[in-house]
């Protein structure tokens, strides 16, 4: 991309001129998929002359990402031991892993008192009129990811929303709210029994 070509080109000319090496770590989008690299530019020398640059960029990502996960662990660890609302707790996870993967959506929701519904618990970036139609959905087979997730107990994909049987009660809601794929997972206490769902939805 000519931005980028820019920034290398500017890197490259501060090298020349500076004789200092020159190190960063940046996004670049590859294939349409955003990953980290990290850069180092070196002056290479002739006779004591700066006649050019020699660099390198490799791929970080996967080193970013393990250090991402790491400081998202110890933030949420840090909010378990706070007065955060249960509330406010669950939504900081939910935003946290969003931001691991900007196109995804996620929500947690939990079984009420009588474990017979599901509230709409955490899910700040779902369309609002989508989490008040999810709200109190009842926990049984079919009743989409969630609902079966929270009854069954066991992983549920839905990779397409529009034909997957669970959700044809509620594939015009997820339409109207751009969702073509779901991704649900139950909570389990140590006892094994379901507390709620976590979900991931992709448009």
Same mark, same amino acid.
């Given at each position: 991309?000519?931005?980028?070509?820019?920034?290398?080109?500017?890197?490259?000319?501060?090298?020349?001129?500076?004789?200092?090496?020159?190190?960063?770590e940046?996004i670049?989008?590859v294939?349409?998929?955003?990953? *980290?690299?990290?850069t180092?530019?070196?002056?290479?020398?002739?006779?004591?002359?700066?006649?050019?640059?020699?660099g390198?960029?490799?791929d970080?990502?996967e080193?970013?990402?393990?250090?991402?996960?790491?400081?998202?662990?110890?933030?949420?660890?840090?909010?378990?031991?706070?007065?955060?609302?249960?509330?406010?707790?669950?939504?900081a996870?939910?935003?946290?892993?969003?931001?691991?993967?900007?196109?995804?959506?996620?929500?947690?929701?939990?079984?009420?008192?009588?474990g017979?519904?599901?509230?709409?618990?955490?899910?700040?970036?779902?369309?609002?009129?989508?989490?008040?139609?999810?709200?109190?959905?009842?926990?049984?087979?079919?009743?989409g990811?969630?609902?079966?997730?929270?009854?069954?107990?066991?992983?549920?994909?839905?990779?397409d929303i529009?034909?997957?049987?669970? *959700?044809e009660?509620?594939?015009e809601?997820?339409?109207?709210s751009?969702?073509?794929?779901? *991704?649900?997972?139950?909570?389990?206490a140590?006892?094994?029994?379901?507390?709620?769902?976590?979900?991931?939805?992709?448009r």
């Amino acid at each position: 991309p000519e931005a980028l070509a820019k920034k290398y080109r500017s890197d490259d000319i501060a090298v020349l001129r500076n004789g200092e090496p020159k190190d960063s770590e940046e996004i670049v989008e590859v294939n349409g998929q955003k990953r *980290w690299y990290e850069t180092y530019k070196s002056p290479v020398t002739l006779n004591g002359d700066i006649v050019g640059t020699v660099g390198f960029a490799r791929d970080i990502n996967e080193r970013k990402h393990a250090e991402m996960f790491e400081q998202f662990r110890s933030h949420i660890l840090e909010l378990l031991i706070t007065d955060l609302t249960l509330q406010d707790t669950l939504e900081a996870i939910v935003l946290g892993v969003e931001q691991f993967n900007p196109e995804m959506l996620c929500s947690i929701l939990l079984i009420d008192a009588e474990g017979k519904h599901l509230r709409n618990i955490a899910a700040p970036s779902l369309p609002t009129f989508y989490n008040a139609a999810i709200d109190g959905i009842e926990v049984g087979m079919g009743v989409g990811c969630c609902g079966t997730v929270a009854f069954t107990g066991e992983l549920v994909i839905a990779e397409d929303i529009a034909t997957h049987p669970y *959700w044809e009660g509620y594939r015009e809601l997820a339409a109207n709210s751009g969702l073509a794929a779901c *991704w649900s997972q139950p909570i389990l206490a140590p006892n094994g029994k379901v507390l709620g769902t976590f979900a991931i939805y992709h448009r």
